[in-house]
């Protein structure tokens, strides 16, 4: 198949095209890096989220909102559906790189991953990028430095002029709805950690919606988690049946029973020390071709309500 990278760096090209109409920023470091800000000193809104949902995916995946309710609330839900779900959902969109460069830090997510592919999941799905372009998308609550895109171009082996990073904090609305996008994603990687192979799932849909964007990063993160793991509903279609299946939504873990701004807390925001069971989509069907279909877990709207706090 064609280049991760280049793909996205197709999309990367659409959002320096129409920085003002996304209302994004754009600036070159000194290095020649791009840094392409979604939301940190931009505010960005729902088409800038969207297109960067997309870049994350590099493309692979139609990304769409729909207006819902969550506890009675209007609310607007990200849509995601691919029929490449184990490279464009674990080998690129996928928050896998974490990126720290002297007093900078950034979670990484994007093709340029598939480009160092170090993780398991470039073995499972058997592959890895070449290209000379990177795109490696920054969820992070300051804009990039010389040294951080550096550090992306070595382990990337690109120059650093061929580096592009897209940046958003947790805290924006970019960041809110390229969380809601992440269910699909959620499914295939809990998948993968249970042992299935990922290649075996065929397409995968997706559904979350999009969390209140808070005022500090430790709320948006919590906020943007209870989206997924409360309010996540995820569809997918598999060649191979598993007795793994019931495990994949967040109800299948110990902790299944607050917001995720009390789970994190009580571990003193130690991710570590969180069950990984709880860290996936709140409903998940499993359709095998040729033999059953499986309906697990159940969105929680008093959950999501508590969390968002909605009034």
Known sequence: MDSLNRMALELADEALEFTEELDVGAFELENGATVIDFGVEHRGGLEAGLLLAELQTAGLATVQTRVDEVAGATFPHV?????????SLLGAQKAGWELSVDDYEGLGSGPARALVAREGEFQAIDYVDAFEFAVLALESDALPTEAAAGQVADL??????????????????????????????????????????????????GSAPVAPVAGDEETAIGRTNDALAYGGRVHLTVEEDFDGFAAVPSSAAERYDAPFAEIFGDADWDVGD??????GPAQVTVNVVGGPTYSLGEVHEDLLAEGFDVA
């Open 156 to 205: 990337s082996d690109v120059n650093t002029e061929s580096v592009f990073l897209p940046t958003y904090r947790t805290a924006s609305v970019a960041g809110s709805v390229t969380a809601a996008a992440r269910a699909a994603e959620l499914a295939m990687f809990r998948l993968y950690e249970l042992g299935y192979d990922p290649t075996n799932v065929l397409t995968a849909s």
């Open 79 to 87: 849509e995601l559906a691919c029929d490449r779900p184990a490279v």
């Open 274 to 279: 969180v069950d990984e069971g709880v860290f």
